[in-house]
């Protein structure tokens, strides 16, 4: 489909559009117009990249400036889809394009996803290392600047990766032929033609026209300088499913200590404390070296390497640890830390500090002011070294050419938390806990270092303006200077959805056929009557549901308890005889072969049932679109524990800072989780599928008002009441009706062919002279702002 | 070389060896020795007598459990029995998965069987009837074939020509006429209406032959046939054989079936029983000390087992192949196949280095013991299933999706479904079913090539005003109204006969219905044998036309008698206190008209024939 917006020709890949995606359209171009940060929210489901894709590829293609547009995504699979989605309008642009200069045009636009070595190696030792982090260090070994001088030098003196050297004799700029690349094409090319996909994406960014990658190379101060700093000023960054941005700041900016860990730290710094001794005694390097690493400074630099455009560190794990703020950066390496030998006495003596501290048997939150004031009376340790503290351990590791950093990953870590404790005051807490849970009885102390400020305060999109404020990385990253824009897209909104026929029905159900109230609050969730009636929904629901179901429960602790009672009580038999089972399992690996057998399943037509929790790796970023899940069950309320210290001085800050109530806050929070995970099983308008939330807490007036609209729009009186038999006969009676539905024709109203899109728009500009004239008459000097929608958050907290 | 249709261990006259099935003979061949027993296949008569069943008994009393076995007999057996030869050969299979091997060797074997029957019937039947050929030019497989397509081969729906005789209704290749009586019993039975006029015409009366009765149904024997052949997959639930306490005796009742599936679930234990059942322990002896052991309490993996633990003896034997339980975080088996990036949360995983707090302790897995095992082995349970189905998902399909397919990004809503191309129709013989139209309609018209030209202005030509035309369109009032009328009165009428009581005694009523019945039935054995159907494709042999002519004079014959079985039925109502007419005109009079109407054109029908010859 091809029609314009103003005067932008867009090339959309399907015949007809949703009046949605029309909108969202409008409103990024407009954004994209007027070179401001936007926030645009649409219904999941609805074909959300699909149109921003369609939209700012057109643009870049129209405008000669051809900005570059860096997509940031939460999940692989994600980043995976909107690859795929690129391709398939490129290859529709490609096709449409009427002239061959216009294919050709087409032809050379370039789009790459980047993840890390692990994803994407193909060196047939390293790549079937287990860890990430081994295969990072591994690879560095293979690939950093003086081994590869070395061994160019004199062949076979070390072992290169040959991948990575054929990536050398090429052009650069070249490395892969111009178009759009998913990673799984990524890496049959490298295969195919001996060269490194890694490297190939790593080298061939300030190439691209689109680069897709997720949120933490944009947004954790530990990679994002490495990965994100060449990109251009003027890009288009935009985030899909923002709402889920402040969860990956506060992640990166939060950190744990735990006693082994400060055990291998204090290893490292036996190790490294010989190394430099060596070093001293070979009298390779002369004592200055080290004292010049001023950051920023020129002289000595060549020794702090600059090799990054050729390899060394990855995005991940790698060390040189913050975006700092620009006053930092433009200072010196404070002088008691720059001669080798005093850091790694400075990093005993912290690391000495931390053992002690853990002795104690009491949970101690302090902030971290007070910390640091404790710190420097006992061992005279001062701030500002501190700060430095990651930065130095980058540089004297690679000055001294360590191999295996993977060993010396607990000692970065400590290095990591200095720096944090010592930068950030305001908004972050550190805690100590002694014990696991409050009744064990064997000490296993950790030390969290976290962000309290949570973004659940507020309605997301209210959220975002502070974030920025709120972590100098995004700050430092993307000023408020240059023309770089910031495009927020969520899912999670409050936009009605216009719904085609019935295609979602919503029940609640809140009591068991024998008219036991269900609910997973912590004193009943193990009373076997309400395990029953639980497992009774799931048995009846496999009866009566074609192909997938997809269950959530709100831990993996719940989820484990009850699926053990369900196979002693025999439900799960009557399950199988309808359905296959797949259960989601704490290894990540393991979990997507039974989803992808899962799928199978469905596709087969034999059915099967999935297991999941609300909060874990499966509700994430994995869709469950028609035959995948015809029906989702919410076993319960996804609350947080409650008993968790992180949690618990959040809520203090909250009702501190912004006076909000902690059961408000927990309410909104499982709710809005519980709408994520139901909202995952529709794609498309005419995709249906039953969405039941168990537990009678659900009924109550207070949870639903927290539901998104969408969600609630649905929930009829009748339905928000049920029990388990009274919804088993209404849901026979929805897919009944569903599947007697065939297509009610809905082109024109919730579907747009061509011409409905040219009728809108003329209708729109009939309306916009109209409203000219009328303001003309009135006052012609008042203008309106132009940007006034798009850029509105929704007004009032949505507590 | 013959191939090998199918193998498997088993011991003959007790000496272990390997009976094979290859496509010319059955052998069996000792251990190391060449085949010792060779049996052709034309010699295979039949019959295979399956001993089965051994039931272990686990009783359990009180707490101190004691073990008392009952045991049949615990081999699978295979009888052969030949042509000529009674006493035919006896295998019994000795592989752990014994009863499978049997079965499917008895599959292949009944195949063998059967074929070696009709050949014989054949062979009986040639000189008598001369061969004809084929009556229609249709792909029909010959007679006797030289080497039809075993079971596991092709499941051929060709149609074997059966033989003339009116008797043999052997319809379904593969088939034995045992196979096939008992699928017109399974037909009759679960059908009462059809039941009871078998009974009547066939069975009581003998008016029809049963040949004759089922022409004109076998779709109903294909499609029986064909679901029951229908493989089933395995049923989902999962191996877990649990004590029963009847009477006090608690006990575990194992089947082969059982049995097997527990070696498929855990091939430790198949592994177990290899090494140890006929050596060191008895086939009895090892299932009661499995259910004893440790190891049954490890595979039950249920949460209470966990606290059985520590009260189980140990077992010398058994505790060897104990394995750890896999209940760490991560998997004992790593997988190392590479999901679609789709779904490969591990590469989420591995995206970035770890950040953030731990999990809170409601959010770590593996906490809850006992659970962890049993969850992977729900997930191993259903793979297994979806494998044995499915089979195994390709390696390469696994790495990448296949560019054309963009399914799983697809919003399908979007597409314009009208200027799709549609599903092409697939229809046999597409080419002829044209032609038939064609030819019907206008031979020449066809022929003759059209101007296109032509063709729109005179469509045009007729469009023209088509407008006025349609508004100035009027149709009759009254044709309309008696319409209506007429549909009024029939929806009345039909209410009316529904309201009414039925008030005509029991038994009158059912002689009524049989007469009625049967006489459908002459009559469509009479219009069938007049105007043969065009013939369906799995139809047995197509009658002669004497044939035909005889069959119609037979059914003329009973059709005939049909006045005086109503005249009998008239006159029975009085009786019962019905009115003669409403039998008479209202019940009667449609199938009198209809058999009366059949006689009259019989009559024209040989009257017209018989001055030609």
Same mark, same amino acid.
């Given at each position: 489909?091809?029609?314009?917006?103003?005067?932008?020709?867009?090339?959309?890949?399907?015949?007809?559009?949703?009046?949605?995606?029309?909108?969202?359209?409008?409103?990024?171009?407009?954004?994209?117009?007027?070179?401001?940060?936007?926030?645009?929210?649409?219904?999941?489901?609805?074909?959300?990249?699909?149109?921003?894709?369609?939209?700012?590829?057109?643009?870049?293609?129209?405008?000669?400036?051809?900005?570059?547009?860096?997509?940031?995504?939460?999940?692989?699979?994600?980043?995976?889809?909107?690859?795929?989605?690129?391709?398939?309008?490129?290859?529709?642009?490609?096709?449409?394009?009427?002239?061959?200069?216009?294919?050709?045009?087409?032809?050379?636009?370039?789009?790459?996803?980047?993840?890390?070595?692990?994803?994407?190696?193909?060196?047939?030792?390293? %790549?079937?290392?287990?860890?990430?982090?081994?295969?990072?260090?591994?690879?560095?070994?293979?690939?950093?600047?003086?081994?590869?001088?070395?061994?160019?030098?004199?062949?076979?003196?070390?072992?290169? #990766?040959?991948?990575?050297?054929?990536?050398?004799?090429?052009?650069?700029?070249?490395? @892969?032929?111009?178009?759009?690349?998913?990673?799984?094409?990524?890496?049959?090319?490298?295969?195919?033609? !001996?060269?490194?996909?890694?490297?190939?994406?790593?080298?061939?960014?300030?190439?691209?026209?689109?680069?897709?990658?997720?949120?933490?190379?944009?947004?954790?101060?530990?990679?994002?300088?490495?990965?994100?700093?060449?990109?251009?000023?003027?890009?288009?960054?935009?985030?899909?499913?923002?709402?889920?941005?402040?969860?990956?700041?506060?992640?990166?900016?939060?950190?744990?200590?735990?006693?082994?860990?400060?055990?291998?730290?204090?290893?490292?710094?036996?190790?490294?404390?010989?190394?430099?001794?060596?070093?001293?005694?070979?009298?390779?390097?002369?004592?200055?070296?080290?004292?010049?690493?001023?950051?920023?400074?020129?002289?000595?630099?060549?020794?702090?390497?600059?090799?990054?455009? %050729?390899?060394?560190?990855?995005?991940?794990?790698? #060390? *040189?640890?913050?975006?700092?703020?620009?006053?930092?950066?433009?200072?010196?390496?404070?002088?008691?830390?720059?001669?080798?030998?005093?850091?790694?006495?400075?990093?005993?003596?912290?690391?000495?500090?931390?053992?002690?501290?853990?002795?104690?048997?009491?949970?101690?939150?302090?902030?971290?002011?007070?910390?640091?004031?404790?710190?420097?009376?006992?061992?005279?340790?001062?701030?500002?070294?501190?700060?430095? #503290?990651?930065?130095?351990?980058?540089?004297?590791?690679?000055?001294?050419?360590?191999? *295996?950093?993977?060993?010396?990953?607990?000692?970065?870590?400590?290095?990591?938390?200095?720096?944090?404790?010592?930068?950030?005051?305001?908004?972050?807490?550190?805690?100590?806990?002694?014990?696991?849970?409050?009744?064990?009885?064997?000490?296993?102390?950790?030390?969290?270092?976290?962000?309290?400020?949570?973004?659940?305060?507020?309605?997301?999109?209210?959220?975002?303006?502070?974030?920025?404020?709120?972590?100098?990385?995004?700050?430092?990253?993307?000023?408020?200077?240059?023309?770089?824009?910031? @495009?927020?897209?969520?899912?999670?909104?409050?936009?009605?959805?216009?719904? @085609?026929?019935?295609? @979602?029905?919503?029940?609640?159900?809140?009591?068991?056929?024998?008219?036991?109230?269900?609910?997973?609050?912590?004193?009943?969730?193990?009373?076997?009557?309400?395990?029953?009636?639980?497992?009774?929904?799931?048995?009846?629901?496999?009866?009566?549901?074609?192909? !997938?179901?997809?269950?959530?429960?709100?831990?993996?602790?719940?989820?484990?308890?009850?699926?053990?009672?369900?196979?002693?009580?025999?439900?799960?038999?009557?399950?199988?005889?309808?359905?296959?089972?797949?259960?989601?399992?704490?290894?990540?690996?393991?979990?997507?072969?039974?989803?992808?057998?899962?799928?199978?399943?469905?596709?087969?037509?034999?059915?099967?049932?999935?297991?999941?929790?609300?909060?874990?790796?499966?509700?994430?970023?994995?869709?469950?679109?028609?035959?995948?899940?015809?029906?989702?069950?919410?076993?319960?309320?996804?609350?947080?524990?409650?008993?968790?210290?992180?949690?618990?001085?959040?809520?203090?800050?909250?009702?501190?800072?912004?006076?909000?109530?902690?059961?408000?806050?927990? !309410?909104?929070?499982?709710?809005?989780?519980?709408?994520?995970?139901?909202?995952?099983?529709?794609?498309?308008?005419?995709?249906?599928?039953?969405?039941?939330?168990?537990?009678?807490?659900?009924?109550?007036?207070?949870?639903?008002?927290?539901?998104?609209?969408?969600?609630?729009?649905?929930?009829?009186?009748?339905?928000?009441?049920?029990?388990?038999?009274?919804?088993?006969?209404?849901?026979?009676?929805?897919?009944?009706?569903?599947?007697?539905?065939?297509?009610?024709?809905?082109?024109?109203?919730?579907?747009?062919?061509?011409?409905?899109?040219?009728?809108?728009?003329?209708?729109?500009?009939?309306?916009?002279?109209?409203?000219?004239?009328?303001?003309?008459?009135?006052?012609?000097?008042?203008?309106?702002?132009?940007?006034?929608?798009?850029?509105?958050? #929704?007004?009032?907290?949505?507590? | 070389?013959?191939?090998?249709?199918?193998?498997?261990?088993?011991?003959?006259?007790?000496?272990?060896?390997?009976?094979?099935?290859?496509?010319?003979?059955?052998?069996? +061949?000792?251990?190391?020795?060449?085949?010792?027993?060779?049996?052709?296949?034309?010699?295979?008569?039949?019959?295979?007598?399956?001993?089965?069943?051994?039931?272990?008994?686990?009783?359990?009393?009180?707490?101190?459990?004691?073990?008392?076995?009952? &045991?049949?007999?615990?081999?699978?057996?295979?009888?052969?029995?030949?042509?000529?030869?009674? /006493?035919?050969?006896?295998?019994?299979?000795?592989?752990?998965?014994?009863?499978?091997?049997?079965?499917?060797?008895?599959?292949?074997?009944?195949?063998?069987?059967?074929?070696?029957?009709?050949?014989?019937?054949?062979?009986?039947?040639?000189?008598?009837?001369?061969?004809?050929?084929?009556?229609?030019?249709?792909?029909?497989?010959?007679?006797?074939?030289?080497?039809? $397509?075993?079971?596991?081969?092709?499941?051929?729906?060709?149609?074997?020509?059966?033989?003339?005789?009116?008797?043999?209704? /052997?319809?379904?290749?593969?088939?034995? $006429?045992?196979?096939?009586?008992?699928?017109?019993?399974?037909?009759?039975?679960?059908?009462?209406?059809?039941?009871?006029?078998?009974?009547?015409?066939?069975?009581?009366?003998? =008016?029809?032959?049963?040949?004759?009765?089922?022409?004109?149904?076998?779709?109903?024997?294909?499609?029986?046939?064909? +679901?029951?052949?229908?493989?089933?997959?395995?049923?989902?639930?999962?191996?877990?054989?649990?004590?029963? /306490?009847?009477?006090?005796?608690?006990?575990?009742?194992?089947?082969?079936?059982?049995?097997?599936?527990?070696?498929?679930?855990?091939?430790?234990?198949?592994?177990?029983?290899?090494?140890?059942?006929?050596?060191?322990?008895? &086939?009895? &002896?090892?299932?009661?000390?499995?259910?004893?052991?440790?190891?049954?309490?490890?595979?039950?993996?249920?949460?209470?087992? /966990?606290?059985?633990?520590?009260?189980?003896?140990?077992?010398?034997?058994?505790?060897?192949?104990?394995?750890?339980?896999?209940?760490?975080?991560?998997?004992?088996?790593?997988?190392?196949?590479?999901?679609?990036?789709?779904?490969?949360?591990?590469?989420?995983?591995?995206?970035?280095?770890?950040?953030?707090?731990?999990?809170?302790?409601?959010?770590?897995?593996?906490?809850?013991?006992?659970?962890?095992?049993?969850?992977?082995?729900?997930?191993?349970?259903?793979?297994?299933?979806?494998?044995?189905?499915?089979?195994?998902?390709?390696?390469?399909?696994?790495?990448?999706?296949?560019?054309?397919?963009?399914?799983?990004?697809?919003?399908?809503?979007?597409?314009? +479904?009208?200027?799709?191309?549609?599903?092409?129709?697939?229809?046999?013989?597409?080419?002829?079913?044209?032609?038939?139209?064609?030819?019907?309609?206008?031979?020449?018209?066809?022929?003759?090539?059209?101007?296109?030209?032509?063709?729109?202005?005179?469509?045009?030509?007729?469009?023209?005003?088509?407008?006025?035309?349609?508004?100035?369109?009027?149709?009759?009032?009254?044709?309309?109204?008696?319409?209506?009328?007429?549909?009024?009165?029939?929806?009345?009428?039909?209410?009316?006969?529904?309201?009414?009581?039925?008030?005509?005694?029991?038994?009158?009523?059912?002689?009524?219905?049989?007469? =009625?019945?049967?006489?459908?039935?002459?009559?469509?054995?009479?219009?069938?044998?007049?105007?043969?159907?065009?013939?369906?494709? =799995?139809?047995?042999?197509?009658?002669?036309?004497?044939?035909?002519?005889?069959?119609?004079?037979?059914?003329?014959?009973?059709?005939?008698?049909?006045?005086?079985?109503?005249?009998?039925?008239?006159?029975?109502?009085?009786?019962?206190?019905?009115?003669?007419?409403?039998?008479?005109?209202?019940?009667?009079?449609?199938?009198?008209?209809?058999?009366?109407?059949?006689?009259?054109?019989?009559?024209?029908?040989?009257?017209?024939?018989?001055?030609?010859?």
């Amino acid at each position: 489909m091809k029609f314009s917006i103003d005067d932008l020709p867009i090339i959309f890949p399907y015949d007809r559009i949703y009046p949605e995606q029309y909108a969202y359209m409008c409103d990024l171009k407009r954004a994209l117009d007027a070179t401001g940060h936007c926030v645009l929210e649409m219904p999941s489901g609805t074909g959300k990249t699909v149109s921003l894709l369609s939209l700012i590829v057109s643009y870049q293609q129209f405008y000669p400036t051809r900005r570059k547009l860096i997509y940031c995504s939460r999940t692989v699979p994600e980043i995976e889809k909107a690859l795929a989605e690129l391709k398939r309008l490129m290859a529709y642009r490609v096709e449409c394009a009427e002239s061959e200069e216009a294919k050709a045009k087409e032809r050379s636009f370039m789009g790459l996803g980047l993840t890390s070595r692990k994803n994407l190696c193909i060196h047939p030792e390293v %790549s079937k290392e287990k860890k990430g982090k081994v295969v990072d260090a591994r690879c560095r070994d293979l690939t950093n600047a003086a081994t590869c001088e070395k061994g160019r030098a004199d062949p076979g003196s070390v072992d290169l #990766c040959d991948w990575h050297e054929n990536l050398g004799n090429m052009e650069p700029g070249s490395l @892969v032929p111009p178009g759009i690349w998913t990673l799984a094409d990524v890496l049959e090319y490298g295969r195919d033609h !001996g060269t490194c996909p890694y490297f190939t994406v790593r080298r061939m960014m300030p190439f691209v026209d689109v680069i897709i990658y997720s949120f933490h190379y944009l947004l954790d101060p530990k990679v994002a300088e490495q990965v994100s700093k060449e990109l251009s000023k003027d890009a288009i960054v935009v985030f899909d499913e923002a709402h889920n941005i402040d969860n990956v700041c506060i992640e990166s900016l939060s950190i744990d200590l735990t006693r082994p860990m400060l055990d291998a730290a204090g290893r490292s710094i036996v190790k490294l404390g010989d190394k430099v001794d060596e070093y001293a005694t070979a009298e390779l390097i002369h004592t200055s070296t080290y004292t010049s690493s001023r950051i920023k400074t020129t002289n000595s630099s060549k020794l702090l390497d600059e090799d990054l455009g %050729s390899n060394a560190s990855s995005p991940h794990s790698s #060390c *040189r640890i913050t975006v700092l703020p620009d006053d930092l950066l433009n200072e010196a390496v404070p002088g008691n830390i720059r001669k080798a030998e005093h850091f790694v006495a400075f990093l005993k003596r912290f690391v000495e500090y931390l053992k002690t501290r853990m002795r104690v048997l009491h949970v101690v939150a302090e902030t971290p002011l007070s910390f640091l004031q404790h710190l420097k009376d006992i061992t005279y340790i001062e701030r500002r070294p501190l700060r430095f #503290c990651a930065e130095r351990l980058q540089s004297l590791i690679r000055t001294l050419e360590l191999n *295996r950093l993977d060993e010396y990953s607990a000692l970065q870590k400590v290095a990591s938390f200095a720096t944090l404790v010592s930068t950030y005051e305001k908004g972050f807490l550190l805690i100590l806990e002694p014990f696991e849970t409050d009744n064990a009885s064997v000490p296993n102390p950790v030390f969290h270092f976290t962000v309290v400020i949570t973004s659940g305060t507020i309605s997301p999109l209210d959220m975002y303006p502070k974030m920025l404020q709120f972590t100098p990385v995004v700050q430092e990253t993307y000023p408020h200077d240059s023309d770089t824009q910031c @495009v927020f897209t969520t899912g999670a909104s409050d936009f009605p959805f216009s719904p @085609v026929s019935d295609s @979602v029905y919503v029940q609640v159900i809140t009591r068991g056929s024998d008219q036991v109230a269900i609910s997973s609050r912590f004193e009943v969730r193990n009373d076997p009557a309400v395990v029953r009636n639980f497992g009774s929904i799931l048995v009846e629901y496999s009866k009566i549901v074609p192909d !997938g179901i997809v269950a959530f429960f709100p831990s993996y602790l719940y989820m484990e308890s009850i699926v053990a009672a369900w196979n002693d009580m025999g439900i799960l038999n009557e399950v199988w005889k309808n359905k296959l089972i797949f259960v989601e399992t704490p290894d990540a690996n393991e979990t997507s072969i039974a989803l992808e057998n899962y799928r199978r399943a469905c596709d087969n037509g034999r059915g099967a049932v999935l297991l999941s929790v609300a909060r874990g790796k499966v509700s994430e970023g994995i869709d469950f679109d028609h035959n995948y899940g015809r029906a989702v069950i919410m076993f319960g309320v996804p609350y947080q524990y409650t008993e968790s210290r992180i949690l618990k001085a959040r809520l203090e800050y909250l009702r501190d800072a912004y006076r909000i109530r902690e059961s408000e806050f927990l !309410g909104f929070d499982a709710m809005r989780n519980a709408a994520q995970c139901v909202g995952r099983v529709l794609r498309g308008k005419t995709d249906w599928g039953l969405m039941v939330f168990a537990d009678k807490r659900f009924a109550r007036a207070d949870k639903r008002a927290k539901l998104p609209r969408w969600i609630n729009q649905y929930i009829t009186e009748t339905a928000s009441n049920l029990s388990t038999d009274m919804a088993l006969t209404l849901s026979k009676l929805f897919m009944r009706g569903i599947s007697q539905n065939p297509e009610e024709n809905q082109t024109g109203i919730s579907l747009w062919t061509l011409d409905d899109v040219l009728k809108a728009q003329a209708k729109q500009k009939a309306l916009a002279l109209e409203a000219k004239e009328a303001e003309e008459d009135e006052s012609p000097r008042v203008g309106t702002p132009p940007l006034k929608h798009e850029a509105s958050p #929704c007004g009032a907290p949505n507590l | 070389m013959p191939t090998s249709v199918c193998t498997a261990k088993a011991s003959y006259k007790k000496l272990p060896g390997v009976l094979e099935l290859n496509d010319t003979h059955l052998q069996w +061949s000792q251990d190391g020795k060449g085949p010792s027993v060779r049996v052709a296949h034309s010699e295979v008569a039949g019959q295979w007598r399956l001993r089965r069943v051994y039931t272990f008994v686990l009783i359990l009393l009180r707490k101190k459990p004691f073990f008392r076995a009952r &045991e049949g007999a615990a081999q699978v057996r295979l009888k052969v029995a030949l042509n000529g030869d009674d /006493t035919g050969h006896s295998f019994a299979f000795t592989s752990p998965k014994a009863h499978i091997e049997r079965e499917k060797f008895k599959a292949e074997l009944t195949v063998i069987v059967s074929r070696n029957r009709s050949a014989q019937d054949a062979a009986a039947r040639a000189p008598a009837a001369p061969a004809k050929p084929p009556p229609v030019a249709k792909p029909v497989v010959a007679a006797p074939l030289q080497r039809p $397509p075993l079971l596991s081969q092709t499941p051929s729906r060709a149609v074997s020509v059966s033989s003339n005789e009116q008797r043999n209704v /052997t319809i379904i290749p593969g088939n034995d $006429p045992a196979t096939d009586v008992r699928l017109r019993k399974t037909i009759l039975m679960s059908d009462p209406e059809l039941g009871a006029l078998h009974r009547e015409l066939v069975a009581i009366s003998g =008016q029809l032959s049963e040949a004759e009765f089922w022409e004109g149904r076998e779709h109903l024997l294909v499609s029986l046939a064909a +679901s029951e052949n229908q493989a089933k997959g395995k049923p989902g639930q999962m191996v877990d054989p649990r004590p029963e /306490t009847v009477d006090g005796e608690t006990k575990i009742v194992m089947t082969p079936q059982m049995i097997h599936d527990i070696f498929d679930e855990y091939p430790v234990i198949a592994k177990a029983h290899r090494e140890n059942v006929p050596s060191k322990l008895s &086939e009895t &002896e090892f299932w009661m000390r499995y259910f004893k052991s440790k190891l049954y309490y490890a595979h039950q993996a249920s949460i209470r087992s /966990t606290a059985v633990q520590h009260v189980v003896q140990d077992d010398p034997i058994l505790d060897k192949y104990l394995e750890k339980i896999d209940d760490e975080l991560e998997p004992r088996r790593q997988r190392n196949e590479r999901v679609q990036l789709f779904v490969d949360l591990g590469a989420t995983l591995e995206d970035h280095g770890e950040t953030g707090n731990e999990k809170d302790v409601t959010m770590i897995a593996g906490r809850q013991r006992g659970a962890l095992p049993l969850i992977r082995k729900f997930n191993e349970h259903s793979e297994r299933l979806l494998n044995s189905a499915l089979g195994e998902i390709p390696a390469a399909k696994r790495q990448k999706l296949t560019d054309e397919n963009y399914g799983q990004i697809d919003i399908d809503d979007l597409h314009d +479904s009208e200027s799709s191309a549609g599903i092409v129709l697939e229809m046999q013989d597409r080419q002829r079913y044209f032609e038939g139209g064609i030819s019907n309609t206008a031979p020449e018209a066809a022929r003759k090539p059209m101007d296109v030209k032509t063709l729109i202005r005179n469509a045009k030509v007729n469009m023209d005003n088509w407008q006025t035309n349609l508004s100035q369109l009027k149709i009759e009032k009254q044709a309309g109204d008696t319409a209506l009328l007429s549909m009024t009165k029939n929806v009345a009428a039909r209410l009316d006969v529904k309201s009414r009581k039925n008030d005509i005694p029991e038994g009158l009523f059912r002689q009524m219905m049989i007469c =009625q019945t049967a006489t459908n039935e002459f009559l469509r054995q009479f219009w069938s044998s007049m105007y043969p159907p065009a013939a369906e494709v =799995q139809v047995v042999a197509v009658a002669t036309p004497q044939q035909r002519a005889a069959k119609a004079a037979k059914m003329i014959g009973y059709l005939s008698k049909t006045q005086e079985k109503i005249d009998a039925l008239v006159y029975m109502g009085p009786q019962n206190n019905v009115d003669p007419t409403r039998i008479e005109i209202q019940a009667m009079k449609p199938v009198l008209n209809a058999a009366n109407r059949a006689i009259a054109f019989h009559r024209t029908k040989t009257s017209t024939t018989k001055p030609a010859r």
